[in-house]
Structures are given as structure tokens and as C-alpha cells.
């Protein structure tokens, strides 16, 4: 069993010492988050463009007209994760792609099947799909190299991408959208969710936010911190080390739990309440550290988009919501 870090201190610690801990737990190839430096630093380099002020500036009124259709085609009665979370996190990743809305179903469709195979630790039909998400991913790179998506789309700029004169492989193109698109997807569903329950329980929270927009991602921060979208991320010790007096050896896998991490009580006092006084350099919610999330900026705006449109929204609560 991979030893689980919960505290907050030794988190940090960990995030903070790439040389020590390393990304590469798995063979799979995974970009850039299971590099190490250089490597790291180089793919690093190549994506954060991407989620860059005039990337996202491009992309928000998309975003406004995807999340205002979304909210007037919701039911009166609704089911919070599965008619408004997923929908959301997947339209949204999908048009930020600049992808023709028929891939939505496809992916969504690819999801479903993917959560199932790995909770039953079906191996094969993973393999299976991976393989299916690569074929469905290399179609969409090549309509984007014949000129059928704009210059300026996300896809059109991925494919133009090159390391040292070199353009990428398919195949690291492929593990960069997967992290993108499906990996983040439970991310954005989750945090939905999670902001939806909080407002709808939270009356005094919700008029303050109603009052004051501008203090959304401040607050969509905080509510996350103790309700995390992103269960846990791995490292491998490097070398052999000792951990709050316990020995650690050389390729040890360990756990960062970020949930425990941010609401480690030495950390945060009341660790489970919404408090608008806190620190927010203490919250790990996107990580921190060389790995620190690249794609903060995109989650923070439609974060932000989805819960201006929720707050100003008028129909049946969804705590009453049929499943
Ligand atoms: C609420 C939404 C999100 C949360 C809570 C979140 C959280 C995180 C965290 C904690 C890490 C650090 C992982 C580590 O240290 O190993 C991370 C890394 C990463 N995230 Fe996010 N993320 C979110 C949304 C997104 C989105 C929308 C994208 C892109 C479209 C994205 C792309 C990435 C990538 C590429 C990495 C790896 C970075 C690296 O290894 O250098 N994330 N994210």
C-alpha cells in the first residue's frame, strides 16, 4: 500500500522538492505531469501559452453562451452532478478545444465507459479505451492540420507545436488533451457540485456572493479547499529519506491527499467551516511547486462563469432535485 501524505507541512515539503520526488510513478506516458526536469521544463514551456489572458479572454463569451443555455435548458427539477456538473465541464472543455459539438456525446459516452471499466479493474476494456480516445483525439489533429478548424483554435495551435524544430508525435498530443479534457473533467464536475451544494446550504454566503461578484473565485476557492475537486496526485522517492522520523526507501510511491492536506487543522482552524479571512496562499487546491497547475486560470474563469449564471439563476432549487 502507497503511504498516504496528509498533513499540510509535509505536502508542501513534497511539492517543493522535485529533485527529491519524483512525477514518473507509472510507464504511461503522461504530459507533462509524469516528467521530471529538464523534460518537464521543456513541455511546461510549451503549454502554458495556452491558458494564457488572451486564450481565455478568446474563450469567454463562448463560455457565457454555453453556460447560459445550459441554465435555460435545465428542468425545473434537476439532478445536481449528471444534468449540470458533467454537462457543464464537458461542453466547456470541448468548445475551450474548439471541437464540433458531436464529440461531446462521443466523449461523454467514452467517460461513462471509462468509469465503469475502472471501478470494475478492468484492465483490457481499459486498454481498449485508451486506444478508442486516441483514434477519436489523431481524427480531430488531422482535420486540424488540412485547415478545418481556425488558426487561433486551441486544436489548430496544439498541432502546430514543436520541441527543438520537431513537431510532436500523435501520441504526445494525445497525452496532453487526455489530461486536458477527460482528466480534468471529474475535476470541474466535482467542483460544480461541490459549489452548487455549498450555495444552496449556505443562504448567507450565496447573498454575499449575489451582492459582490467580484468575490467569486475568491469564495469558489474557498469552498473547494474542504470539499476537493482532485482526490490526490502521486510522487516516488529518489533517494532513501526519513519522513517525520520514519524511514522512507529509495522508489517509494506515496499519495498527496489533498483533501486532508487542506483542511489539516494546524493549518486551518475550523478546518470544515467557509471562512472568508483566510490565507489563501495556504490553500493547495490547485497545487504548488514546479507541477503547480498550468490550467488554474481556464478552471478559475469557468468557475467563475458557471456560478455568476448560478447565483442569478431562478428556477426550483436543486436540493430538491430527483437523482
Ligand atoms: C477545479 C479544477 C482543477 C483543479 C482543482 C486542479 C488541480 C490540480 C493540481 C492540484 C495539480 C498538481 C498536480 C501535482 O502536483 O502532481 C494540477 C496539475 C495540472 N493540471 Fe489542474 N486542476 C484543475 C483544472 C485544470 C484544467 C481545466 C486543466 C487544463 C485544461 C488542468 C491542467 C493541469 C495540468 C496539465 C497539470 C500538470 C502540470 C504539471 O505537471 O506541470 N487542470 N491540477
Given at each position: 500500500m502507497s503511504p498516504v501524505i496528509r498533513k499540510h507541512a509535509d505536502v508542501v515539503a513534497i511539492l517543493h522538492a522535485p529533485e527529491a520526488w519524483s512525477n514518473q510513478v507509472s510507464s504511461h506516458l503522461n504530459v507533462p505531469n509524469g516528467m521530471d526536469a529538464p523534460e518537464h521544463t521543456r513541455y511546461r514551456k510549451l503549454i502554458e501559452p495556452f491558458f494564457d489572458a488572451q486564450t481565455l479572454h478568446r474563450f469567454e463569451p463562448v463560455l457565457k453562451q454555453l453556460v447560459t443555455r445550459l441554465?435555460?435548458?435545465l428542468p425545473e427539477e434537476f439532478h445536481v452532478e449528471s444534468e449540470l456538473a458533467y454537462p457543464f465541464a464537458l461542453q466547456a472543455q470541448c468548445a475551450f478545444m474548439g471541437w464540433p459539438r458531436e464529440l461531446e456525446a462521443a466523449l461523454l459516452q467514452w467517460i461513462q465507459r471509462q468509469k465503469k471499466a475502472s471501478a470494475a479493474g478492468d484492465r483490457e476494456t481499459m486498454r481498449q479505451?485508451?486506444?478508442?480516445?486516441?483514434?477519436?483525439?489523431v481524427a480531430e489533429f488531422n482535420r486540424a492540420r488540412s485547415g478545418e478548424y481556425p488558426g487561433d483554435s486551441v486544436t489548430s495551435r496544439l498541432v502546430h507545436l514543436s520541441i527543438e524544430g520537431e513537431p510532436l508525435s500523435d501520441e504526445y498530443l494525445v497525452s496532453i488533451v487526455r489530461n486536458w479534457t477527460v482528466g480534468e473533467l471529474g475535476t470541474i464536475a466535482n467542483a460544480v457540485t461541490a459549489i452548487v451544494n455549498f450555495l444552496q446550504a449556505n443562504n448567507v454566503v450565496r447573498k454575499q456572493l449575489q451582492q459582490a461578484t467580484e468575490h467569486i473565485d475568491h469564495a469558489v476557492d474557498e469552498i473547494l479547499r474542504f470539499?476537493?475537486?482532485?482526490?490526490?496526485?502521486?510522487?516516488?522517492?529518489?533517494?532513501?529519506?526519513?519522513?517525520?522520523?520514519?524511514?522512507v526507501e529509495a522508489d517509494t510511491?506515496?499519495?498527496l491527499d489533498w483533501?486532508?492536506?487542506?483542511?489539516?487543522?494546524?493549518?486551518f482552524e475550523q478546518p470544515h467551516q467557509f471562512r472568508w479571512d483566510r490565507d489563501p496562499r495556504d490553500n493547495l487546491l490547485y497545487g504548488a511547486g514546479i507541477h503547480v497547475c498550468p490550467g488554474a486560470p481556464l478552471a478559475r474563469l469557468e468557475l467563475r462563469v458557471f456560478t455568476q449564471a448560478l447565483l442569478s439563476h431562478k428556477t426550483r432549487s436543486p436540493a430538491h432535485a430527483s437523482p
Open positions: 441554465f435555460r435548458d479505451l485508451a486506444a478508442e480516445f486516441s483514434q477519436l483525439m470539499n476537493a475537486p482532485l482526490a490526490s496526485n502521486r510522487r516516488r522517492a529518489v533517494c532513501p529519506m526519513h519522513m517525520r522520523g520514519q524511514a510511491v506515496v499519495t483533501g486532508a492536506a487542506n483542511t489539516d487543522p494546524e493549518v
